[in-house]
């Protein structure tokens, strides 16, 4: 029996999210069959699914769809309700400092910030606080296409912080969305606690 995944149009991360979730649910010689519409998809897929003990093939259909076939008996025999479920990592904070990601095009890098944000709800291990400051505080205020996604973050136990210098500079002190406000001393403070930091 086969199992289709369509991530066609889908933005990076997206089609390796859908594959790892879809994964999961295979029971014994199942196939995963992959839709995607670019070639940089394919290879992502690919060296997941590898890095899972399974085999995938792809070929192209036509113009932008590829078809990724990923075979393995003993991929879905993990607990999925164990698999799915995040733990909060104590000492990971992730720092954002911007509504865009990278150097180069504004609007690809609003693109690039929005899916980091997604993938940040899709790890095994959540990070223990998130900070925003400067532009980045913009993502946790109204009208931010992020709000869905930190909503989800906050309900799961991690702590959203934004800085209120920052949101009253743009204007914002009213429209905060998601966490709480913050000052530069508890974002120094956070920031010195942290094992680990990851900066967009």
Do not use: H, W
């Amino acid at each position: 029996m086969k199992i289709q995944v369509n991530a066609i149009g889908d933005a990076c991360p997206i089609p390796v999210i859908k594959t790892k979730k879809a994964m999961q649910e295979l029971k014994g010689n199942q196939v995963l069959e992959v839709l995607v519409d670019n070639e940089t998809a394919v290879k992502n897929v690919t060296k997941f699914a590898n890095s899972m003990g399974a085999e995938a093939v792809s070929e192209k259909l036509e113009e932008k769809k590829y078809r990724i076939e990923i075979k393995g008996s003993e991929i879905g025999d993990t607990d999925t309700e164990e698999t799915c479920k995040a733990e909060i990592k104590g000492d990971t904070i992730v720092v954002v400092a911007s509504d865009k990601m990278g150097e180069g095009n504004d609007e690809l890098g609003k693109v690039l910030m929005k899916g980091f944000i997604f993938a940040v709800t899709q790890l095994d291990e959540l990070p223990k606080t998130m900070l925003f400051y400067n532009g980045g505080a913009t993502l946790t205020a109204e009208g931010s296409d992020s709000l869905e996604d930190l909503k989800g973050l906050e309900e799961q136990g991690v702590e959203i912080l934004t800085c209120g210098t920052c949101l009253n500079y743009y204007g914002l002190t009213e429209k905060l969305e998601v966490g709480t406000v913050t000052n530069m001393y508890n974002i120094v403070e956070k920031m010195a606690q942290a094992g680990r930091i990851i900066r967009p």
